[in-house]
């Protein structure tokens, strides 16, 4: 019985340092996350600048899905152009 008792309180030491290394690894976090978020949002002219960096990713997502919808419809294009081409040539041969 003093041997599960003694398992049981290791067990539980080692959960309570887990617990105290996860809150000041917590803390740190929250504190540099509002040093970063003070940098870039209460300075006017490094905000106005990541919000111009987004709308250029917003664009340059448009671009990048256009293309891709263009290059679907020259594959399909390609694809049933092929076909056509067989029955062709199986007709006429």
Not at 27 to 39: G, I, M, P, Y
Not at 55 to 62: A, F, Q
Not at 64 to 93: E, H, P
Request: aromatic content about 8%.
């Amino acid at each position: 019985m003093t041997e599960q008792l003694d398992r049981i309180e290791k067990m539980l030491n080692e959960l309570i340092a887990w617990k105290t290394g996860m809150e000041e690894r917590c803390k740190t976090h929250l504190a540099v996350t509002k040093e970063h978020h003070a940098t870039l949002y209460e300075n006017p002219g490094l905000r106005s600048r990541v919000e111009n960096l987004e709308y250029c990713k917003g664009n340059l997502n448009k671009v990048r899905n256009f293309s891709m919808d263009v290059l679907k419809m020259l594959v399909v294009a390609t694809i049933i152009a092929m076909i056509a081409w067989l029955l062709f040539m199986y007709k006429k041969g």
